[in-house]
């Protein structure tokens, strides 16, 4: 829904009002019959919809595939795509799997996780002990006192997803809490930078002398990666019980060095350079499938169908800007037609990053470009540093074609993305046209979000320029 009225009262900023009514009231629906014609759009909208994930709009049977799969090695740049005549690409499909340190690996790494050794080997903290009652399965487990904390160093493969899983029992509630409860952090000890965090416990969530599996994944910034639990509430404490940690590599390397580079009809510059992850959907944090019309990712890959036109020639390449070496793996289908470029756009995209504070009194930076185009989408990777997301109050502001007095002024960045109430309770979703893929979504944890808004229907024309801000 798009509201615009002229002179609003109050300035630049307008309220919706709305009344809930009791479930037991009936409310008179909507009954006009449709037309065989708006039942048909009706249904194939419904059926695209559905068909997210899919090719929006079916591909020429004539259209060619080209595909292929090399091992891409440090700082090596890859030619996926060297076309020398005209065209239309309808699918873009990328994969990267990075090579495990060490790939036979399948089970836990971590030693020591059930504590049947009866000691503390490779762990350390304070106020804690080994203790048969503390066992939830075997002959012992760790015991943790009120003022506790418990915590240990483990060897990481940089870029490598982890997950942790642990049981844990809340044994008694020693001083009450205003909030919080217990909880895992996974901090990198290079800079303390937090990786993760787990929901916190307490007797509020579960009652005491029960076992509770939990389970926390996290992506190695190093070398090395810090596992500590301890209370992180407001003046509570608990004794608990913990046992059976174990540490498991996913069995594959997040790509995270990756860029990719495409340049349409013989251009110097590129069109499209960006972080492969970006580029996709994807930023910094977990890797997750999902589904929008224009861009998705399954087990097979990252995958884009925006139509991507040129007269001449276009390339393709991509750069493994890390240290590890990769398989990669890309499918691309090319629609033999050419296309008349007077009446086509070429597809561009750009990486912008940015930090700002609050003190800054300044705005963030989304989108800028100069000449003559249509702003049909992006994805976003936002991180609030003191773990808040109070940065989904920030307005965004567009500006199109040197105007003075923007031609949007929105009212907070979760409205932005279709949502709000900082995405409420929603969690992750795909949608065709907007989600959320990453959602750390409490002060308590990580203030990290990743999502994208698509405006295929809703796209914003420029001739000179634009510049897309949100507010810091």
Known sequence: MRIEVENPPGGLFYQIQYHLFPATTTVQTFTRALSPEDQTALDTI?????????????????????????????????IILNESQGGVIRSLRVKVDPELTNPEITGSILQNGDFESGNMDGWSGGDYSVSAQAAHSGSYGIKLNGGGNLERYIDTVPGQFYSVNFWARLDNETVAPTWGGLRLSIEDPSDWTLLSVSASLSNAVVPLGQWILMSKGFVAKGTQARLRINNFSGGGQWEASFDDFTLVPDGNIIPVNYEIRVYWDGESTPSIQTPVRNFFGHGLYDQ???????????????????????????????????????????EIKIDNQV???????????????????????????????????????HTCTMNGDSGCIDYLEGDEIIYVDNEIIPSVFGTGTEDFYNEGWYFGSEGVFSLPYYGLIVNDDHCMYLGRMEPYRFQLTESIPFNQNIVINLEA
């Open 339 to 377: 296309p008349d470029m007077n009446q086509n756009g070429y597809f561009c995209a750009t990486f912008q990053e940015e930090t700002k504070s609050w003190d800054d009194n300044d705005f963030v930076i989304l989108f800028e470009a100069t000449g003559k185009g249509k702003f049909v989408g």
């Open 46 to 78: 419904i059926a695209q919809w559905n068909n997210a994930g899919q090719p929006p709009v079916p591909i020429p049977v004539d259209s060619r595939t080209i595909s292929n799969t090399r091992t891409l090695n440090p700082g090596s740049t890859e």
């Open 288 to 330: 997750r499938q999902w589904s929008s019309l224009p861009m998705a990712m399954d087990a097979n890959g990252y995958i884009c169908y925006f139509p991507m036109p040129f007269s001449q020639s276009a390339v393709i390449e991509i750069e493994n800007k890390g240290t590890v070496q990769s398989q990669l793996t890309w």
